[in-house]
């Protein structure tokens, strides 16, 4: 279940950062980076459980397609590079908020744009993933 909370939690951010762009609101952009920050590390724990889980699918599956795990493997590993990157920005955000500065402007907007592109990344992981576990959906 924990495999799906970076899926689930990215849209969420995104309207979470559309609001606190709207809003202007310093609670909500912090609200916002923080949140951000923790999904990135539930995605980093997330992407680190797939060796685990690739050596469950090769003893239990009989036969299991090895070319849709590699793909799935190798998209999880371009979310992590982009979950990475969010939740760096999100502590560049925090930390300055912590020395009683504000961000520069163009933060949330940077942010928003990666975790857009990081949303259609782990959707099209996720997508993979599904199609490794229920084949019969094919």
Known sequence: MFVHLPVIGTPILLFLGWKALRAKRIKVYKLFYWLTLATSLMTVVVYYTGPQTAEWIKIHMAEYPKE????????GRFAFIGSVLSGILALMAILNYAQEEKPHKAVPYVLVLVLLINFIILIYTAHFGGMIRRPYLL
Request: aromatic residues 12%.
């Open 68 to 75: 849709l795990v590699e793909t799935h493997a190798l998209w």
